[in-house]
């Protein structure tokens, strides 16, 4: 079993950055993908950004070019750099990992933009 721990929420100013933090434990094999998704209120969970194990990364349109996903594979930690933050940033983020055949979430963490 895998759990996953999101942390680094908080409340911002538009214009302004945060760093999401996720901790992986349990049993993990080689060619993990871990990525982050969010939902905003009265939306759908959708896909923010992703990495794979070998370093590749992808993200959706609305976040290119503000944030940045990275992962240390050793301390099984995936981060999410997000600068330059609007309002429809809003949202849970939630943290997701899928390994072995396997999807796993977080509980996600509150990001609210706001002045």
């Known amino acids: 079993q895998v759990q996953l721990l999101e942390s680094g929420g908080d409340l911002v100013q538009p214009g302004g950055s945060l760093r999401l933090s996720c901790a992986a434990s349990g049993s993990i094999f080689s060619g993990v993908v871990m990525g982050w998704y969010r939902q905003a209120p009265g939306k759908q969970r959708e896909f923010v950004a992703r990495i794979f194990s070998g370093g590749i990364s992808s993200y959706a349109d609305s976040v290119k070019g503000r944030f940045t996903i990275s992962g240390d594979n050793a301390k099984k930690m995936v981060y999410l750099q997000m600068n330059n933050l609007k309002s429809e940033d809003t949202a849970v983020y939630y943290c997701?990992?899928?390994?072995?055949?396997?999807?796993?979430w977080g509980q996600g963490t509150q990001v609210t933009v706001s002045s």
């Open positions: 997701n990992l899928i390994n072995g055949g396997h999807e796993y």
